[in-house]
């Protein structure tokens, strides 16, 4: 139970500093997630080798790795991360593997999900609904202007979510699509509101690093540099220097504490709510 205890130090120690960083900076190191999984994965292989019982332990390091490499690509590639993110979801599966067996460890992968997409949900809201409180006048002005600029696509999926809703007094499944439908898109546009209103920022090119969303395409000579997923690279930092003084970029919300959030958590139903492990 001790070497557990001490994966569970060192993740809670590695994930605060991440979470530090990220607030801080809207940025996380790469090597705090690389540095994470060397540690994790380094302390499991010389447990097992001193305590002279079977690799099993470091074994199943390297399986919960090699699932939240997965996952950790799956959320990055999806849009739903970011590089830092998507680096400590990866380096977690060297965490996670509380126990020696699989199935077990398997189950504990998918609270912490389940955990993790909940805490996340209210935590995007918190920040969402704060933004739009702090930035109230130019929020409403953007959401207006989101709303008369689609307000076709507005009114037709508000109408197919009435039809569906009064169609679900026959199947309830209906009505919790119609309500969906319904409320889909003032979400989508609340959110759009927010990120022109809250997330674009004006930098200094001196200030930039690599990773940083463009909020347009620019050009530098010939070549358009694209706002992309991936960011800018150190190459492109570079050419806009010689041409721009300043530039817009978008920033996201600080996540990584829903990481710390759901990693506490987790550890909480380990000790108090360990039936949670036994429902699926």
Known sequence: MYEIMFLWVIGFIWILFASIQDLKSREVANWVNFSLIIFALGFRFFYCLFSETSFNFFYQGLIGLGIFFILGNLFYYSRIFAGGDAKLMIALGAILPFSGYFLINLRIFIVFLIVFLFIGSFYGLF??????IKN??????????QFKKNKLIIYLLSCLGICLVIFGFINPLLMAFGVLFFLL???????KAIEEVCMIKEVRVNKLTEGDWLYKNIK??????KANWDGLSQKDIQLI?????????KQGIPFVPVFLISFLILIYLWFFVDFVFYLF
């Open 136 to 145: 109230f006048k130019n929020f409403t002005k953007e959401f207006s202007r």
């Open 220 to 225: 530098v000579g010939k070549r358009l540099i």
């Open 241 to 249: 220097k010689k041409k721009y003084k300043q530039i817009k970029i």
């Open 127 to 132: 920040w969402g609904f704060a933004l739009s």
């Open 185 to 191: 898109p003032y979400f989508y546009f609340y959110a």
